[in-house]
């Protein structure tokens, strides 16, 4: 009788390294949120410029992470990952001092365009250290519960932040971010990674900056981003326009259905259903922009706010799995690097495109529109050659 319970025993999820991985990771993301809100009036009020040149210092993050994030894939399935990890979220850390000491305003943007590069380095070595802690046949659930330290971090961090600057100022944002960021570090330190063994090096070649086994998925977040950054940005001016107060819900909703769908996903993606979800995911973004696009009242504004983040609780988990299961063992850094290369390049196109079309048509109702016509054809193109291309060519999962 206890042989074949021991058979039928699934390996442990909730490992030491898995659960300290996790915590530093929602130090790392929680510490920048609750900086979001606040930085454009820090910016605005300390160097007395306007908005489009605090925006453009608060967009050489987003710049920042992107231009790293192939070479960080590169470092992570190079060099050790425990040492890159802490040190690269030691400098991540170090900018938030930065913040608060320069006093000349392209320095400032120096210190946000770093702050990105290392963000993009520690985030891209965490996912990889998380995975690593996974047994393989419980891999998409893990990643699910994973992603979830992220969605927690974006639910709680803005409010935290803004409430904590309209009562004590910007100093204390700044503090506390550094506070919760080496705690994150003595958690890092704590992690028991396996120092990697000294093989010989390989040619240098594309895959080992790209995986290009990924194209298709690569391809398709570009579209869900894409939808994706107009609402991080633009959300609150279009509910404006529709006479809606209380916008703030709207990302506590998203954030409600991600992390209800994180939890539920990753177990069926484990029993196989991992490109119907995604499937699923993606046709549900659709509707969800088409409700939001040709909204009137507060119940399908926050309806469709809901929708989002339900249908991103299908699509995160699963293109992430997939990218990782078309990848080998030493590939696995730059996996990720390719996933989360996609979702920056579509944010940073959705929000550039996203504030020329408003200034064109002088209001935010045809930018959501075109994102929902966006994810239609991301919609096709899954059905008709991302799900396709992954069951041909993975390699395990």
């Known amino acids: 009788m206890s042989a074949e319970v021991s058979t039928t025993e699934k390996p442990a999820l909730w490992t030491r390294n898995f659960v300290t991985v996790a915590a530093a990771n929602f130090l790392l993301f929680f510490s920048f949120y609750q900086l979001l809100p606040i930085l454009p009036l820090y910016i605005i009020e300390k160097f007395a410029t306007d ?49 608060k000491t320069v006093g000349i305003l392209p320095i400032l943007a120096a210190v946000r365009f770093a702050h990105g590069l290392f963000f993009g380095i520690s985030s891209t ?27 927690l971090a974006f639910a709680t961090g803005p409010m935290t932040g803004m409430f904590l600057y309209e009562a004590f ?33 390989a040619p240098l070649s594309l895959d080992r900056f790209f995986l290009t086994r990924a194209i298709p998925q690569f391809v398709n977040f570009i579209f869900v981003g894409f939808a994706y950054g107009p609402v991080t940005n633009y959300i609150a ?36 259903y991992l490109i119907h979800l995604v499937g699923t995911g993606m046709t549900l973004n659709v509707v969800a922009y088409f409700i939001l696009a040709f909204s009137h009242s507060p119940i399908t504004f926050f309806v469709a706010a809901f929708l989002i983040g339900t249908s991103l609780g299908l699509i995160f988990p699963g293109y992430q799995t997939m990218c990782v299961n078309l990848a080998r063992h030493d590939q696995r850094g730059t996996a ?18 996203g504030g020329s079309m408003a200034g064109y048509f002088g209001m935010h109702q045809p930018v959501f529109l075109a994102c929902a016509i966006a994810l239609v054809i991301a919609d096709v193109l899954y059905f008709t050659w991302t799900a396709r291309h992954y069951s041909k060519n993975k390699l395990e999962g």
């Open 51 to 99: 908005n489009a040149t605090a925006g453009f210092i608060i967009s050489l993050y987003t710049i920042g992470a992107l231009a790293c994030r192939p070479f960080a894939g590169f470092l992570v399935d190079t060099l050790s990952r425990k040492p890159l990890y802490f040190w690269t979220f030691f400098a991540f850390t170090a900018c938030f001092l930065g913040y």
């Open 237 to 272: 001016l279009y509910a404006k326009e529709l006479g809606i107060g209380g916008s703030g819900w709207f990302y506590a909703l998203i954030a409600a259905g991600l992390i209800m769908n994180r939890i539920m996903t990753g177990r069926l993606i484990d029993r196989g």
């Open 336 to 353: 990720n690097s390719t996933y989360l290369s996609g979702w920056d390049i579509g944010i940073g196109a959705g929000i550039l495109t």
């Open 169 to 201: 100022g910007d100093t204390i944002v700044f503090a506390i971010s550094i506070i919760l960021c080496v705690i994150g570090l003595i958690l890092v330190q704590t992690l028991n990674v396996p120092r990697k063994e000294k093989k010989p090096h």
């Open 125 to 151: 070595a965490s996912n990889t250290v998380a995975i690593d802690a996974l047994p393989a046949s419980r891999r998409g659930e893990g990643i699910g519960y994973f992603g979830i330290s992220v969605n």
